[in-house]
């Protein structure tokens, strides 16, 4: 790799992967048929078979082939793990390790792996899917009130793991070199800007710390009754360092601040998807982007998404590699996916919106810079609505 040029994550894995200049096979399989008939698109059934499989992968004991292999330590609870889309069709493993030599990279190949330990792992993969679901629903009875967009998520995240097969993997396998890449982790850093202390402001195109994301209904059940709340998505990291409060301070519910020139009222508070949901009187808000609710299934590669942060105004990007956790039905998992580095100080909580004003994401961190490889990473906006129990 060239020392002075930048990378964007599929740059930069397709310097490390040989590709041998042939398209990645993701679609003959019995699961990758059924994953189609879910989501009705031949663009998105190929990375989501991908995922699954590298999620499976995770169930292995690669991080002993690795360390046992290469005399590295790899301490799995501190590796930032992403799919990353390169060339025609391939879908490799990116593993961020801290501490790695700047200038190592490693190179592993799944295929090395002994085919049974990939079908013991696939049981324990469906094993912790079915107990994460079973989560979903006390969540769901706890919170008494379900939006539908959840609903609908939780049918689509079942139908998708049941549509996943016993030896899907072997096909994987015998059409393609299945790639994992070890490189150091990038310094990330908030997007967040402090101009003025004083001031509690989020806003969309004013103001000077970070950026409201969408503006949203919250459903809240009282006293058996559901009573609806209108207001905005902000992200946490902002608040709080606009407040003055440690990063995990345990919840900032009730907080005023300023949306806009309006006063709002923190209501609801989550340090995994480093958002909150702040309350606003509807009559008074106007020029609301339009959103048409958050994207539930997985980004599409092709389509050209849009932001508009406080510093960089309104830009476009496309989505190149997200968590593996973003197909998981787990609650408690911070998801995330990453676009070339677009973003600035001051785009913080952000959305991001697809062509049909689906909302992705919303803004999260950037790659410091003069680190490789270069990206925007953004909050999984799905996982955003779920929390704070959100509709449009």
């Not at 964007?8 to 200049?21: A, G, H, I, K, N």
């Not at 480093?274 to 994207?295: A, H, M, R, W, Y």
């Not at 100080?345 to 961190?365: E, M, Q, R, Y």
């Amino acid at each position: 790799m060239e020392p002075d040029k930048s990378y964007d994550l599929s740059e930069f894995m397709q310097e490390l992967v040989p590709t041998q200049r042939s398209a990645g096979v993701f679609s003959k399989s019995a699961t990758a048929e059924r994953i189609h008939d879910v989501v009705g698109h031949e663009t998105l059934t190929e990375p989501i078979v991908a995922t699954f499989f590298w999620q499976i992968i995770n169930y292995t004991e690669f991080y002993d082939f690795i360390s046992k292999e290469y005399k590295i330590n790899v301490p799995k609870g501190k590796v930032e793990q992403m799919v990353v889309s390169h060339g025609k069709n391939h879908y490799s493993l990116l593993l961020l390790v801290p501490g790695l030599k700047h200038d190592l990279h490693y190179l592993i190949s799944a295929n090395d792996l002994h085919p049974a330990e990939i079908e013991a792992a696939f049981f324990k993969w469906q094993r912790a899917n079915q107990n994460a679901l079973g989560r979903v629903e006390r969540g769901f009875a706890a919170k008494k009130t379900v939006t539908e967009n959840d609903i609908r998520y939780f049918r689509t995240q079942v139908s998708l793991i049941n549509s996943v097969e016993p030896g899907f993997t072997d096909s994987i396998l015998n059409n393609n070199l299945m790639n994992i890449v070890l490189s150091r982790a990038p310094e990330e850093e908030l997007m967040n800007s402090f101009k003025s202390k004083t001031h509690h402001k989020v806003t969309s195109n004013i103001g000077e710390n970070s950026t409201a994301g969408v503006y949203a209904i919250k459903l809240v059940n009282v006293g058996g009754q559901t009573k609806e709340i209108f207001g905005v998505t902000v992200c946490r990291h902002g608040l709080i360092g606009q407040l003055g409060l440690q990063p995990l301070v345990p919840n900032i519910i009730g907080q005023e601040v300023e949306i806009k020139g309006l006063k709002g009222k923190v209501i609801s508070d989550d340090v995994i998807s480093d958002s909150c949901f702040v309350e606003l009187d509807q009559k008074l808000v106007n020029e609301i982007e339009p959103c048409t609710g958050p994207l539930q299934i997985f980004p599409n590669q092709n389509d050209q998404l849009s932001f508009e942060g406080f510093t960089t105004g309104r830009a476009n990007t496309k989505a190149m590699a997200w968590d593996p956790e973003l197909l998981t039905p787990e609650p408690l998992e911070q998801k995330t996916f990453r676009t070339p580095k677009v973003t600035n100080k001051g785009d913080s909580g952000a959305g991001i919106f697809d062509p049909n004003g689906k909302v992705l994401g919303f803004a999260f961190t950037k790659s410091k810079l003069g680190q490789q490889p270069e990206y925007s990473k953004w909050i999984w906006a799905n996982s955003v609505f779920q929390f704070h129990n959100l509709k449009i």
